[in-house]
């Protein structure tokens, strides 16, 4: 900002008689015993500010000042109405509570944003001129392209000059380093830098040696405005890059050295991983991650410069200018002109507009206006010259330069190509550079890089360019993308699975991804989630629905390894209803199908045992004998072991007055009534009547009768010669 006006002169308070304090030290000197940390830079900044903004400034010694902030300016600085300033390490060691001016400190972070915001331009005022206008003609002897001189005027006008403080961070790395540079002194309407004797004098008249001239030695010279502030900021910034250009290659060495460290490091660790693995898969994720940890490491080691401008720092200069009128053969108009100062000594400077370096050859730029040879082009399409601010110098596609006209910005790519190099894509018809354009590999539409994607070699098709109607990603992912007429549907889910990676389930034989097909655990078949099945006995196992039955006892579903077939049913059974049958080698039977011996607890089929006619419980064959005296198969546990009789024959006892039904079995028996002489013995036990019939001359007839028959079941004879059974 400019000066502020004058204020009011406030009453001085009266101060006590003593010792005067010695004057500071020269900015750039520093006191006879200090040892300045700050910058040379800071301490002219900080005087500037105070100026420009009204803080009062009292010296405290020749390398320590304090500060006397007025209301506007404490935001800026915490909020304190006053504060220290120690410009070295002796001042700061005699006031620990001062600040600290160096770069990176709090103080010169709080300095730079006020100066910002308040303090961002300084006006010194005129020049005083030393010399007067030259009388002779000035001839334009540097040749025009394609274009003539048609006049020229010469007269006097103001220019202003100045130079740019600002403040540069340049970081690699882990490294940040931070330093104030001053730009030499331009010709802020010129463009270009000043002589040494404009320079000279704009240095005394910054640092207050003379005092600025009237502003009447100007009044009837026409100002000539400075360009603007993007296009000044332009110049000065390319000035301080070539100023700051040993600093960039230091820094830029240093990264270079500790990012080759960084690399070797990372190789070795991501080598010492990879020897621990076996699984390719494993392998190309891990080298993936070391690809991605050397490409943000090469990024963060580069060199990346940050300029803040801090302060413009301008003067007026009375100029000698010289103007001419230049016309090019396609009728464009533009002006020339050269300055010569009246300050010192200094000869015409003839400088291109543009770029302010003494050109070779003219250029009218088809916006009528000039510029040199090195910052002026002609477009490959009309064959029209233009500036570098109305066109571009290089197509992408054939490295011609093109005017604003033809000049294009690819939608794609978002680089400059010229208009006979662009199409337009399918996808949105919006327009491209042809580098971006090409035809979609499955259904031949144009379409930029921005709407297409290509697909991997080792895709079913190798590597195509597809577009976005006709592109997938196998399995719904974003790592693997195929195109339209490479992929089938999953018949769980509906994504695509690319024939290259598809799968069938083996039950319904159709099509599904990995996410929804699993390897059952004994067979090893792969079947989609709507197929897998589980076995009761078994359930933390995975089957196929077609392994596993339900069992015809209980319903639940079995495997094959916890089932079996009935032996006589053929029906399949769990194992907790199956018991494998004694009678029926490898064979097994159902609670329904078999039967148990009392007397082992062994299991039978149906006809493998029989029921005890005396106790009426099933006994295998093993445990079955006949009775010595009735002839009836009862069970061993039934049959004494000295007699050979059944327990109900060792109970038959005499009866008077036997069952009618026994007395009508006996005359089938012996073929006629019997004696009622004879003596009858009766036993019952569970299943028959057994009847002893005496036949006399030591003969007896052994007859048995179901419960509720009438005709007898067993017939046994027993006489001197034997027994005999009939029946």
């Known amino acids: 900002m400019k000066r502020r006006p004058p204020q009011k002169p406030q009453p001085k308070p009266r101060r006590k008689p003593g010792p005067k304090t010695p004057p500071p030290a020269p900015a750039a000197a520093g006191g006879s015993d200090a040892d300045p940390l700050a910058d040379a830079r800071i301490r002219p900044l900080l005087e500037r500010y105070c100026g420009l903004a009204g803080v009062k400034q009292a010296a405290l010694g020749p390398d320590h000042s304090a500060l006397s902030l007025p209301q506007a300016e404490r935001p800026f600085f915490r909020d304190r109405a ?28 709080q300095l730079i944003e006020a100066i910002r915001a308040r303090a961002a331009r300084l006006s010194l005022g005129l020049i005083a001129p030393t010399g007067a206008a030259d009388p002779k003609r000035v001839e334009l002897t540097i040749p025009v392209r394609d274009g003539t001189v048609k006049r020229g005027t010469t007269r006097v006008a103001v220019h202003p000059v100045g130079r740019l403080v600002a403040r540069v961070v340049l970081r690699a790395g882990a490294g940040v380093e931070e330093a104030v540079v001053e730009s030499d002194v331009y010709d802020l309407s010129a463009g270009a830098k000043v002589g040494d004797d404009v320079a ?35 110049l000065v910034l390319s000035h301080l890059q070539e100023k700051s250009a040993e600093r960039v290659a230091a820094r830029r060495a240093a990264a270079e050295q500790a ?15 990879l020897k621990e693995q076996s699984d390719p898969e494993a392998v190309g994720t891990v080298t993936a991650l070391a690809e991605r940890r050397r490409t943000e490491e090469i990024r963060r080691s580069q060199v990346k410069a940050v300029v803040h401008p801090l302060q413009l720092i301008e003067a007026a200069v009375l100029m000698q200018r010289a103007e001419w009128q230049l016309e090019s053969a396609r009728g464009r108009t533009a002006t020339f002109s050269a300055q010569r100062p009246l300050s010192g000594a200094a000869a015409w400077s003839m400088t291109c507009p543009h770029c302010g370096r003494p050109p070779a050859t003219l250029v009218i730029c088809r916006h009528d206006h000039c510029g040199c040879e090195a910052c002026s082009s002609r477009c490959s399409v009309c064959e029209e010259d233009f500036c570098a601010d109305h066109g571009i110098t290089r197509c992408r596609v054939d490295e011609q330069p093109a005017c604003e006209e033809h000049a294009r910005v690819c939608q794609s790519c978002r680089m400059a190509h010229c208009s006979v190099h662009e199409g337009v894509c399918a996808e949105g018809g919006h327009m491209a550079c042809s580098e971006c354009l090409a035809s979609c590999g499955s259904c031949g539409r144009i379409v930029c890089n921005r709407h297409a994607e290509q697909s991997h070699a080792d895709a079913p098709k190798g590597s195509r360019r597809l577009c976005s109607e006709c592109l997938r990603y196998c399995e719904g992912g974003t790592n693997e993308p195929v195109g339209v007429d490479e992929v089938t549907q999953c018949a769980s889910c509906g994504n695509s699975v690319c024939t290259a990676h598809q799968a069938v389930c083996a039950v319904d034989g159709q099509v599904h991804c990995s996410q929804h097909l699993r390897r059952t655990d004994q067979s090893r078949r792969l079947v989609c989630a709507r197929h897998r099945a589980a076995c009761t ?21 079995v495997c094959a390894g916890h089932s079996a077939e009935c032996a006589e049913d053929k029906r399949r059974h769990c194992v907790t209803h199956l018991e494998p049958l004694h009678d029926a080698n490898g064979s097994y039977g159902c609670a329904e199908h078999r039967k148990q011996c009392h007397m082992d607890g062994q299991t039978f089929t149906l006809h493998g045992v029989k029921e005890c006619p005396v106790c009426g419980k099933d006994a295998c064959a093993r445990h079955r004998a006949p009775c010595g005296h009735c002839g009836r198969h009862v069970c061993t546990a039934d049959l004494g072991q000295q007699s050979r009789l059944c327990a109900t024959c060792a109970q038959l006892a005499v009866v008077a007055d036997p069952p009618d039904e026994a007395v009508a079995a006996a005359r089938a028996v012996t073929g006629r009534a019997p004696k009622s002489s004879r003596a009858w013995r009766v036993a019952r036990d569970r299943s028959h009547l057994v009847v002893e019939l005496d036949l006399g001359l030591r003969r007896k007839a052994v007859f048995t009768m179901r419960h509720g028959d009438s005709e007898p079941d067993s017939i046994v004879k027993h006489s001197l010669l034997g027994s005999k059974q009939r029946k």
Request: hydrophobic share 45%; charged share 25%.
């Open 82 to 109: 006053s504060l220290r300033v120690a410009f070295s390490l002796d001042a700061l060691e005699r006031d620990p509570d001062a600040e600290i001016a160096v770069l990176g400190s709090p103080f010169l972070s």
């Open 200 to 234: 000279g004098a704009f240095g005394d008249l910054e640092a207050g040696r003379v005092q600025p001239a009237d502003p009447s030695h100007a009044a009837k010279a026409a100002a000539v405005p400075a360009r603007e502030p993007a296009d000044l900021l332009r």
């Open 259 to 273: 990012l080759a460290t960084e690399l070797g490091r990372l190789d070795r660790y991501f080598e010492s991983i």
């Open 537 to 557: 006995e078994e359930s933390g196992a995975l089957f196929a629905s077609d392994e596993v039955e339900a069992c015809a006892s209980c319903g639940k579903l």
